[in-house]
């Protein structure tokens, strides 16, 4: 199991059913299993050979229901919905599907899209970290339903951009930030560029406080 996917597993509670969307070899749907998180477990893929790994992992026995299905169709009813390793609109696309009192997503894009979507929606995102597995960096985000809307009240253009917990001190942030900030620095001096450029630099004093 990855880093990240270490990660986003010990933000899983105990839930009265649980579906890992896009669950590829089944590692998160396994650790479920492990820890008897919950009573109804399933993994779902719209490929049908990424299912097969899973089922090879785990077993056809092994409790969890083996779902081969479009996410937006699969995760309604279900209490904690997962999803790691897709990008930010196929997620805002499959979470307005459904209800669950928990979300736990992993963007690869558009991540501001996602925080957006589940506030507006009322669901209040109480985890937001910046997380580093090997050379890559991630968000990794829970969500959960209630709260949602007041705390949109209060969230600048900056925490949706780069967090809702932002202020707070995340080394791999800092780290993060200032890669792309050099980066911003060596490309052509554009409008846009310079905008991106200021919004950074706020968020460094932040971070550097």
């Known amino acids: 199991m990855t880093d990240r996917l270490a ?30 998180l919950s009573p109804v ?25 083996f779902v081969c299905a479009d996410g937006a169709q699969a995760a309604k009813g279900y209490d904690t919905v997962f999803i ?4 930010g609109r196929e997620i805002v696309h499959i979470t307005q599907n ?25 669901y209040d995102i109480i985890c937001d970290k910046t997380l580093k597995d090997g050379r890559k960096y991630y968000d990794i985000i829970k969500a959960v339903r209630g709260g949602g809307k007041k705390r949109l009240e209060r969230t600048d253009g900056l925490m949706l951009e780069y967090g809702i917990f932002v202020r707070e001190r995340n080394g791999v942030m800092l780290e993060r930030l200032q890669k792309t900030y050099a980066a911003l620095l060596a490309y052509p001096p554009t409008e846009k560029n310079a905008a991106k450029v200021r919004e950074i630099e706020e968020v460094l004093k932040w971070q550097s406080l």
């Open 7 to 36: 990660a986003l597993c010990e933000l899983i509670d105990r839930t009265p059913s649980f579906i890992d969307v896009g669950c590829d070899h089944g590692y998160v749907v396994k650790y479920v299993l492990e820890n008897a």
């Open 98 to 122: 459904c209800e669950p009192q928990t979300y736990i997503l992993s963007p690869q894009s558009h991540v501001r899209e996602v925080r957006i979507s589940l506030l507006t929606r009322d």
């Open 84 to 87: 790691a390793g897709m990008g």
């Open 41 to 65: 477990i399933a993994a779902c893929d719209i490929s049908e050979p990424s299912l097969d790994k899973a089922k090879k992992l785990l077993g056809e026995h092994s409790g969890a229901e």
